[in-house]
């Protein structure tokens, strides 16, 4: 009995404060919120079931000759072609507004099935279908930044042809769309980049000549207080054969210019879009536009298209149409 007691007094003791002979209460701690859980996001290789991909995009016709050749266009997130990918038949329809070489832009659609695949890997997915001489290929490729490939977006490549829309290249950014009430609105970050695209001169009396422009570097940064884009693309061509669907071997980089981009961030959204000048010089350009979005979490990565049209400059008149891809540095 006196064990039990005296094993109760000490109990009553370390409950006890520092001063007075009553019993303290210990306080009710305050409870820590619970953070509330941000957007989920599905990586892209992960996506499963049917669904349709906005885009912002880039048509460019390709003509043997005459100034058909610049008459690029790029269109705003959302406005560009529709990429419909159909999982029971493992196909995708893409549809679109393609400039062509003379005349009003044309809409154009084509499905590609499961038998036209020629490539199917971690980097891209290629179809090829044969139509009366003229290219049609889709590719949805995965975008790499120093080799490391991006989660949530992708690059689609359009070669298509019929008798009204004669060889025409279009690019296109999409992918996991960055939610929009996840889109940062405080700070800024800058992103590292990969560019890709085509070139072309013409005049009214000469060819075309056409440059790949994988070779070309580019920077961005976004204030998401004030919403204000800013990049600069660095465009370097390679010689290219637009019939053989690669650059001529063995042939160097030629410089084409520096530009300098400005644009805005959507009000409310995950896109973006803006406008080029030339870094130095006097040349003078046509329509230069950039129109993009952000992907995966809190804007992580990002894409747009470009389409650039020098006049009068030291190529004469020049096109150029492509994309720009990244990630947080």
């Given at each position: 009995?006196?064990?039990?007691?005296?094993?109760?007094?000490?109990?009553?003791?370390?409950?006890?404060?520092?001063?007075?002979?009553?019993?303290?209460?210990?306080?009710?701690?305050?409870?820590?919120?619970?953070?509330?859980p941000g957007p989920t996001y599905t990586k892209f290789a992960?996506?499963?079931?049917?669904?349709?991909?906005?885009?912002?995009?880039?048509?460019?016709?390709?003509?043997?000759?005459?100034?058909?050749?610049?008459?690029?266009?790029?269109?705003?997130?959302?406005?560009?072609?529709?990429?419909?990918?159909?999982?029971?038949?493992?196909?995708?329809?893409?549809?679109?507004?393609?400039?062509?070489?003379?005349?009003?832009?044309?809409?154009?659609?084509?499905?590609?099935?499961?038998?036209?695949?020629?490539?199917?890997?971690?980097?891209?997915?290629?179809?090829?279908?044969?139509?009366?001489?003229?290219?049609?290929?889709?590719?949805?490729?995965?975008?790499?930044?120093?080799?490391?490939?991006?989660?949530?977006?992708?690059?689609?490549?359009?070669?298509?042809?019929?008798?009204?829309?004669?060889?025409?290249?279009?690019?296109?950014?999409?992918?996991?769309?960055?939610?929009?009430?996840?889109?940062?609105?405080?700070?800024?970050?800058?992103?590292?980049?990969?560019?890709?695209?085509?070139?072309?001169?013409?005049?009214?009396?000469?060819?075309?000549?056409?440059?790949?422009?994988?070779?070309?570097?580019?920077?961005?940064?976004?204030?998401?207080?004030?919403?204000?884009?800013?990049?600069?693309?660095?465009?370097?061509?390679?010689?290219?054969?637009?019939?053989?669907?690669?650059?001529t071997a063995g042939q160097p980089d030629v410089a084409l210019?520096?530009?300098?981009?400005?644009?805005?961030?959507?009000a409310g959204a995950n896109t973006f879009g803006g406008s080029?000048?030339?870094?130095?010089?006097?040349?003078?350009?046509?329509?230069?536009?950039?129109?993009?979005?952000?992907?995966?979490?809190?804007?992580?990565?990002?894409?747009?298209?470009?389409?650039?049209?020098?006049?009068?400059?030291?190529?004469?008149?020049?096109?150029?149409?492509?994309?720009?891809?990244?990630?947080?540095?």
């Amino acid at each position: 009995m006196r064990k039990i007691l005296l094993l109760g007094a000490m109990l009553t003791l370390s409950a006890c404060g520092g001063s007075g002979g009553g019993i303290a209460s210990t306080p009710t701690p305050t409870p820590t919120p619970t953070p509330t859980p941000g957007p989920t996001y599905t990586k892209f290789a992960d996506l499963t079931g049917d669904r349709v991909f906005q885009t912002a995009s880039v048509t460019m016709p390709i003509v043997s000759s005459g100034e058909g050749a610049i008459n690029s266009h790029s269109q705003a997130f959302g406005s560009g072609y529709t990429i419909d990918f159909d999982a029971t038949n493992n196909s995708y329809t893409v549809s679109g507004v393609l400039n062509v070489a003379t005349g009003a832009p044309v809409t154009h659609s084509q499905t590609f099935v499961q038998s036209e695949i020629t490539r199917n890997d971690a980097d891209a997915l290629i179809f090829s279908k044969p139509s009366a001489g003229q290219p049609n290929v889709f590719i949805i490729s995965v975008p790499k930044v120093n080799s490391v490939p991006l989660t949530y977006t992708r690059i689609s490549a359009w070669n298509t042809g019929t008798t009204s829309t004669p060889n025409v290249f279009a690019f296109a950014m999409l992918g996991v769309s960055t939610k929009t009430g996840d889109v940062p609105t405080t700070g800024s970050a800058t992103y590292k980049a990969g560019v890709g695209g085509v070139a072309s001169t013409a005049s009214a009396a000469a060819a075309p000549v056409f440059y790949d422009l994988s070779h070309s570097t580019a920077t961005l940064s976004a204030d998401f207080a004030t919403g204000a884009i800013a990049t600069d693309l660095t465009l370097n061509g390679v010689l290219f054969n637009p019939l053989t669907g690669g650059p001529t071997a063995g042939q160097p980089d030629v410089a084409l210019g520096i530009f300098n981009g400005t644009g805005l961030l959507n009000a409310g959204a995950n896109t973006f879009g803006g406008s080029f000048s030339p870094a130095s010089g006097s040349v003078s350009l046509g329509s230069s536009n950039f129109f993009g979005a952000f992907f995966g979490p809190q804007a992580l990565e990002f894409g747009y298209v470009y389409d650039l049209r020098t006049v009068n400059g030291a190529f004469g008149d020049l096109a150029a149409s492509g994309y720009v891809y990244g990630i947080k540095q």
